[in-house]
C-alpha cells in the first residue's frame, strides 16, 4: 500500500492557506448583493454629451435607488458634485468599503480596523489628519472635511468622510483618470475593478461618465461666448494644453505650473502679464466674486508660505464657474474644474483691465 501521508499533509497545509486567506480577506469584502467581479481592463471613462446636464450626469438606476440608503446617496450626489468627481464611483468606494456604512466591523463607528482604518470611507487616521475628530478651520496635513457644516471633520461621520473621500479622489485624477485616483485609495488593481464594477451598476446606463466640462465638444461653446475675440484666443490656447502634466515652473509645450499655463495663454496673443502667482494677483484689477468672466483670474490661499494677500495657486476663468487650472504633480493633468464650491478662494481679478495690458492691446490693434 502506498504511504499517503504527504498527500494528506498537502491537503492540510492547502485547506489551513484557505482559511488564512479568507480571515484576511474578510472584513474587505463588503459586496454584498453583487456577483463576482470581472476585471475592468478600459482606462477612460466615457463622456456624456456636451451640454447635458447636472440631472443626466447624476441619473441611477434601480440598483442605486435600491441599495443605497436615502441619506447616503444624497451626500454622494452632493459632494461629488461639489468637488467634480463621479457620485456613482464615491458610492462605489462606499458599498466596497462598509456597504454604505452598514458594517458591523470594527473601525466603520469607533475605533480602527486591523489595518488602522476608520469610518464608513476607511480612511488611515494619519491620512484622514492624525485624529479622528479635527476642529474644523485648523492646519493639518489630511483630507479631514467638515461636510455637515457644524465646525468638525470627523471620520465616523459619513458627510465629512463622502467629502474627505471626494477630494482624495480628485486630488488624484478624478473625474478623467478615476481609475488611477481609486488606485491610490487602495493601492490594488483588484480594488480598482470592484469598485468600478460597482460605479458601473449604481449608473443608470451601465456607464461611468466624466463631467461635460472635460469634453472637448464643449469648447466651442465656451469660445463662441468669451466677450471679445482675445478673451476667445486666451482660452482656445489654455484649453488645448488639457491633458497635458503639471511642471514646476513649467511654461510649455511639455506641461505647466498654474501661473505658467495663464503666463503663455496671454503671451499667445501677444501680451505680458508677470509669470508668477504672486505676481498675477496684485497685477489685474480686482473683481468681485459673481461678477467674473472668462479671461479672468480666480485665486487660491494654497501651499506654504501663502494666505489671504498671498495666494498661491491661480486658474484661468473659461466660463462663470469653471476654469482650467494645473494644479499640483499629483493632482493629474491639466484640465477644467469647478471652482465656486472650492475652499480658499482669495479673490478674481482681470489683467486685460491694467493699463499695461490695455496698452498692449492698443498697440496690438494698431499693428
Given at each position: ?5 504527504p ?6 497545509l492547502?485547506?489551513?492557506a484557505?482559511c488564512?486567506?479568507t480571515l484576511i480577506?474578510?472584513p474587505?469584502?463588503?459586496i454584498?448583493g453583487?456577483?463576482s467581479?470581472p ?6 471613462a466615457?463622456q456624456p454629451e456636451?451640454g447635458e446636464?447636472?440631472e443626466a450626469?447624476e441619473d441611477q438606476?434601480?440598483t ?6 436615502e ?7 452632493e459632494?461629488?458634485?461639489k468637488v ?7 458610492a ?6 462598509t ?7 470594527p473601525g466603520v463607528r469607533?475605533g480602527t480596523?486591523?489595518?488602522g482604518?476608520?469610518g464608513?470611507m476607511?480612511?488611515?487616521?494619519s491620512t ?17 472635511s ?8 470627523d471620520?465616523?461621520?459619513?458627510a465629512d468622510a ?6 482624495m479622489?480628485k486630488?488624484?485624477?478624478a473625474p478623467e483618470?478615476v481609475?488611477?485616483s ?5 493601492r ?7 469598485v468600478?464594477?460597482?460605479?458601473k451598476?449604481y449608473?443608470k ?15 466651442e ?13 486666451i ?10 502634466p503639471y511642471?514646476?515652473g513649467?511654461t510649455g509645450?511639455?506641461?505647466y505650473?498654474?501661473?505658467g499655463i495663464i503666463?503663455?495663454a496671454y503671451?499667445?496673443?501677444g501680451?505680458?502679464?508677470p509669470r508668477t502667482t504672486f505676481?498675477q494677483?496684485p497685477f489685474g484689477v480686482?473683481v468681485?466674486?459673481g ?6 483670474l480666480?485665486?487660491?490661499n494654497?501651499g506654504?508660505g ?6 498661491g ?6 466660463s ?5 487650472e ?8 491639466i484640465?477644467v474644474?469647478?471652482?465656486r ?10 489683467p486685460l483691465r ?14
Open positions: 500500500m502506498r504511504n499517503n501521508k498527500v494528506r499533509l498537502a491537503l492540510i492547502g485547506v489551513a484557505l488564512l486567506i480577506m474578510a474587505m469584502m463588503m454584498s453583487f456577483p467581479f476585471s475592468i481592463t478600459g482606462g477612460a466615457q456636451c446636464g447636472d450626469a438606476s434601480e442605486a435607488t435600491s441599495d443605497i440608503p441619506e447616503y446617496l444624497k451626500l454622494y450626489r459632494h461629488g458634485k467634480g468627481v463621479q457620485w456613482n464611483v464615491l462605489g468606494v462606499g458599498k466596497r468599503e456597504n454604505h456604512g452598514r458594517s458591523t466591523l469607533s480596523n486591523y489595518a482604518a476608520a464608513p476607511q480612511f488611515l487616521i484622514w489628519g492624525g485624529k479622528a475628530k479635527i476642529k474644523i478651520p485648523s492646519t493639518f496635513n489630511g483630507y479631514a467638515d461636510g455637515d457644516g457644524d465646525g468638525w471633520a471620520v465616523y461621520n459619513p463622502i467629502l474627505g473621500a471626494a477630494k479622489l486630488r488624484n485624477g483618470d481609475r488611477r481609486l488606485f491610490v485609495y487602495n490594488a488593481w483588484w480594488y480598482v475593478d470592484q468600478m464594477e460597482i460605479a451598476k449608473a446606463d451601465g456607464e461611468v461618465t466624466v463631467p461635460p466640462e472635460a469634453d472637448e465638444d464643449c469648447d461653446p465656451m469660445l463662441e461666448a468669451a466677450p471679445t475675440s482675445t478673451v476667445a484666443a482660452l482656445e490656447y489654455a484649453l488645448a494644453q488639457r491633458g497635458k511642471i514646476w513649467g509645450p511639455a506641461g505650473d498654474c501661473s503666463y503663455m503671451r499667445s496673443v501680451l505680458t502679464i505676481g494677483w480686482e468681485p466674486a461678477e467674473e468672466q472668462a479671461g479672468d480666480v485665486f487660491f494654497s506654504p501663502t494666505g489671504p494677500d498671498r495666494p495657486h491661480v486658474g484661468l476663468v473659461v462663470p464657474g469653471k476654469m482650467v494645473a494644479r499640483c504633480r499629483l493632482c493629474g493633468p484640465k474644474t469647478t471652482y464650491e472650492r475652499t480658499g478662494i482669495v479673490g478674481f481679478t482681470r491694467h493699463p499695461q495690458v490695455l496698452a498692449q492691446l492698443k498697440t496690438r490693434e494698431q499693428g
